[in-house]
């Protein structure tokens, strides 16, 4: 990789408040950033990278999206026949070579939207896993992407992702097993289901039915901690994430209330939650004959909406780290729509827009346990960087048309995302009400 100067920009400094740093120069050497200094002085033995009139941020961290889809919305979310087929094709040979087609893809829509940090939290046949060990040998356009995956989810009989995305275990011992089959074959973190969600619930206000035992996630938590791996729950009620808290879990994702327990808990392990709005909101707010979702799933949205919401809340008020992901693939979440989930949590959580960045940078960083490697914009770290027309605080559309990405030190001049114009006239209309 060249060494690179990315001169004259206004840096955003994450670390600081989002504080404005005119006239600086960023200077990477491979995949590091080497040195960071006022703009003026020497960039000897470095190509140059003029940047006058842009703003730099860190790449983005996407901290839960699932990489097997591209957000069209569709009924094989809900079962039935359709879904039996999609099933039932990914098991063949063809399905294994259709995926991996589908992971690259998402990848590379992930990467050129400015998504520098990217986690899979739940595959199909070890999909992700195979794509990752790609990236990470430098092959392919999504080269210099940083990925972490989980393989596919566990979950107890019924739960979420069970007989699609999930592995299931029913006794302590079985989920301790599965952990370790996990790790063997190469995942980077663990997840657990514990809870219901949306697509399963069969009840209005049972999104997040308990479906794990308290037995069952320390187990799985006790296995995966002994093998150095973190425990990321897809958690959608309060009766969860007390389960959640208490037994070991790492970061909570989608989230609801948490009690002051809870959070104290989670906190002192260093754990974080994970707001995903980009699907809730639409499922919500549009209508089933748009989103394809029956009357109990659209009420059910608004459930894990308002819980989302409440756990942020929570989060903050008592020092926990909050971080966000897109759970693209779920219908109206596409693999480029990390800028809209910065809003949303900007402006439908109510947090604004300095506290949406840090949670979309430094939070997902902290989150992962990387936070001593990206991030943030400093000497040592990697060489991710946003390079944008306007400032995001004022702009925040901006983030939607990165001018250029910078990926583990690999720079996208010009990058470009294949964008499906019926959901985004979609989603667009979505958020003119905000």
């Known amino acids: 990789m060249k060494k690179t100067v990315y001169k004259n920009c206004t840096m955003i400094d994450i670390a600081a408040d989002g504080c404005l740093r005119a006239g600086t120069d960023i200077f990477t050497d491979g995949d590091r950033i080497a040195d960071i200094r006022p ?18 941020m860190p790449g983005l961290v996407n901290a839960h999206a699932h990489l097997f889809g591209t957000g069209t919305p569709s009924k094989v979310i809900s079962g039935g026949g359709s879904q039996k087929l999609v099933l039932k094709l990914v098991a063949t040979p063809l399905g294994k070579v259709v995926l991996k087609m589908l992971v690259r893809s998402a990848c590379i829509q992930e990467l050129n939207s400015g998504v520098t940090t990217l986690r899979g939290m739940g595959d199909f046949r070890g999909s992700d896993i195979a794509v990752r060990d790609e990236i990470r040998k430098g092959k392919g356009g999504a ?9 596919p989810a566990l979950t107890a009989p019924g739960g979420h992702g069970d007989g699609t995305f999930a592995l299931t275990g029913s006794t302590p011992e079985e989920f301790a097993a599965l952990v370790a089959e996990n790790a063997a074959d190469g995942a980077d973190i663990i997840k657990i289901c514990i809870t219901g969600g949306v697509t399963d619930a069969k009840k209005k206000g049972e999104p997040g039915e308990v479906k794990m035992t ?35 879990v790492d970061t909570v994702e989608h989230g609801a209330h948490m009690s002051e327990e809870a959070a104290a808990a989670l906190k002192a392990r260093g754990g974080a939650v994970v707001a995903t709005y980009t699907p809730a909101y639409p499922y919500y707010k549009l209508p089933p004959s748009v989103t394809k979702l029956d009357d109990v799933r659209v009420f059910n949205s608004g459930v894990v909406l308002e819980g989302m919401t409440a756990c942020v809340k929570d989060a903050y008020a008592h020092g926990v780290t909050v971080a966000m992901g897109t759970d693209a693939s779920c219908p109206f979440s596409t693999q480029y729509g990390m800028w809209r989930e910065v809003i949303y949590f900007a402006r439908l959580g109510g947090f604004g827009m300095k506290k949406a ?7 997902g960083a902290e989150a992962l346990g990387l936070a001593h490697t990206t991030g943030s914009l400093e000497k040592g770290k990697r060489a991710d960087i946003l390079l944008l027309a306007q400032d995001p605080v004022k702009e925040p559309r901006t983030l939607s048309a990165p001018v250029a990405v910078v ?12 964008r499906n114009k019926n959901t985004e006239r979609i989603l667009d209309g979505l958020m003119e009400e905000f």
């Not at 080269?143 to 393989?151: F, I, M, T, W």
């Not at 960045?357 to 939070?363: F, N, V």
């Not at 990926?407 to 294949?418: D, E, S, Y």
Request: charged fraction near 20%.
């Open 357 to 363: 960045l840090y949670a979309a940078t430094m939070g």
């Open 214 to 248: 308290a037995e069952q996630v320390r187990a799985a938590c006790e296995k995966a901690h002994a093998l150095g791996k973190r425990v990321a729950a897809h958690v959608q009620s309060k009766e969860g994430i007390e389960i959640a808290a208490a037994c070991g």
């Open 143 to 151: 080269a210099g992407l940083q990925l972490l995956v989980s393989g």
């Open 39 to 56: 703009t003026g002085g020497s960039t000897d033995g470095y190509e140059v990278y003029d940047a006058t009139g842009l703003f730099a």
């Open 407 to 418: 990926a583990g030190g690999r720079l996208i001049a010009k990058p470009k995302v294949k």
